[in-house]
């Protein structure tokens, strides 16, 4: 009969069974289909547009590969949203870009105009 009862005299419940319950995931921590395809991507892009007035041949390599990842990225699982719509349009950009710095520099030279933008350039060579 003391069984029953505790310390105070009132009636002793047993406790229920403990049951393990598992935390879910935290939201971030699964891993990003694609996940570094599409920021290389971006990258090489920004890459492109920022080197598309120097460097114009290596923007235009920097573009095409950047345009290679993002289809590496959609392959593996990617979705077109958000870095890897921003790597296409700077992407295009930087091609836009390289390929109206070429053909500055080339109106310069044939026309030869020392006023021009690249005429100290044309002054440099001769």
Known sequence: MNDQYN???EN???????????????????????????TTALI???????LSGCLAP???VL???????????RE???DARGSSVAAALLAGLGIVFAVLTVI????AFI?????SIYGYLYQLEA
């Open 76 to 78: 593996a699982g990617g």
């Open 104 to 107: 500055l520099i080339a109106v």
């Open 44 to 50: 090489f892009s920004i890459l492109s547009v920022l």
């Open 12 to 38: 002793r419940q047993e406790e229920p069974e403990r049951v393990y319950i598992p935390y879910p995931p935290n939201p971030g921590s699964e891993p990003v289909p694609g996940g570094g395809f599409g």
């Open 58 to 60: 290596i923007s235009i």
């Open 63 to 73: 573009s095409i590969l950047s345009f290679v990842w993002l289809r590496r990225y």
């Open 111 to 115: 026309t030869k105009d020392p006023n």
């Open 7 to 9: 310390e105070n005299g």
